[in-house]
Every structure is written in structure tokens, then in C-alpha cells.
């Protein structure tokens, strides 16, 4: 069983900075993959980015690519995203997911175990 606690959203003007953390429990986190998707109100829920167990490959939406960087530190248990260049069309409640296999994935599905979110709004 892993549980995950998303912290570090908040209001950011356009052009802004955030990093999101996922802090994890559970003794096997440094297996599991780790994405990132985000929903914003009317819309679905959409991928993000991901990284695998170790860290050593990532993967990006087109939407954020250049501007995120996800991360993590399987000592501590936790994977970021560090957010740059944010734009009010970011504005959405972003959760972190795990996922046992480890390689990660674009689709919500393959996720296994799911954060509760936390909120970001960038304003223009």
C-alpha cells in the first residue's frame, strides 16, 4: 500500500514559479513510477508528466515540455515538479499517481494509487 500527500500549490502570476511535492509512504516507493496529471473545472483529467523507478527516464506532455521538470529522491521518499514559466491555462488541481510496474505511463489507468491534489492557479 503506498500513500501519497501532494503539497506546494498555491497563486502565481503568469511567468511564475512553483514546485509541487509528492511525499510518499511505504517501504517499495523507489519501485513504483510516479506521474503527474492535472484537472482543471470542465475539463478532464490529463497527463502531465512521468518518471520511472529510478529516475533515469522522464516523459512530458507537449503542453509543459521545456517549461516542468519532474524529479525525485527515492531517499526521502518524494517526486517534484518544478514548474517555470507558468500560464494561466496551467491552472488546475494536480495530483501525483504512483504505479507498480515502475516504467510509467500516459494514461490514468495504469496508475494504482492516487494523491488527493492541490490546487494551482496562475493568474494573467
Same mark, same amino acid.
Given at each position: 500500500?503506498?500513500?501519497?500527500?501532494?503539497?506546494?500549490?498555491?497563486? *502565481?502570476? %503568469?511567468?511564475?514559479?512553483?514546485?509541487?511535492?509528492?511525499? %510518499?509512504?511505504?517501504?517499495?516507493?523507489?519501485?513504483? !513510477? *510516479?506521474? /503527474? @496529471?492535472?484537472?482543471?473545472?470542465?475539463?478532464?483529467?490529463? @497527463?502531465?508528466? !512521468?518518471?520511472? &523507478?529510478?529516475?533515469?527516464?522522464?516523459? &512530458?506532455?507537449?503542453?509543459?515540455?521545456?517549461? @516542468?521538470?519532474?524529479?525525485?529522491?527515492?531517499?526521502?521518499?518524494? *517526486?517534484?515538479?518544478?514548474?517555470?514559466?507558468?500560464?494561466?491555462?496551467?491552472?488546475?488541481?494536480?495530483?501525483?499517481?504512483?504505479?507498480?510496474?515502475?516504467?510509467?505511463? /500516459? &494514461? %490514468?489507468?495504469?496508475?494504482? &494509487? /492516487?494523491?488527493?491534489?492541490?490546487?494551482?492557479? *496562475?493568474?494573467?
Amino acid at each position: 500500500q503506498v500513500q501519497l500527500v501532494e503539497s506546494g500549490g498555491g497563486l *502565481v502570476q %503568469a511567468g511564475g514559479s512553483l514546485r509541487l511535492s509528492c511525499a %510518499a509512504s511505504g517501504r517499495t516507493f523507489s519501485s513504483y !513510477a *510516479v506521474a /503527474w @496529471f492535472r484537472q482543471a473545472p470542465g475539463k478532464e483529467r490529463e @497527463f502531465v508528466a !512521468a518518471i520511472n &523507478y529510478s529516475g533515469g527516464s522522464t516523459y &512530458y506532455a507537449d503542453s509543459v515540455k521545456g517549461r @516542468f521538470t519532474i524529479s525525485r529522491d527515492n531517499a526521502k521518499n518524494t *517526486v517534484y515538479l518544478q514548474m517555470n514559466s507558468l500560464k494561466p491555462e496551467d491552472t488546475a488541481v494536480y495530483y501525483c499517481a504512483a504505479e507498480r510496474n515502475g516504467y510509467g505511463s /500516459w &494514461y %490514468a489507468s495504469s496508475y494504482d &494509487y /492516487w494523491g488527493q491534489g492541490t490546487q494551482v492557479t *496562475v493568474s494573467s
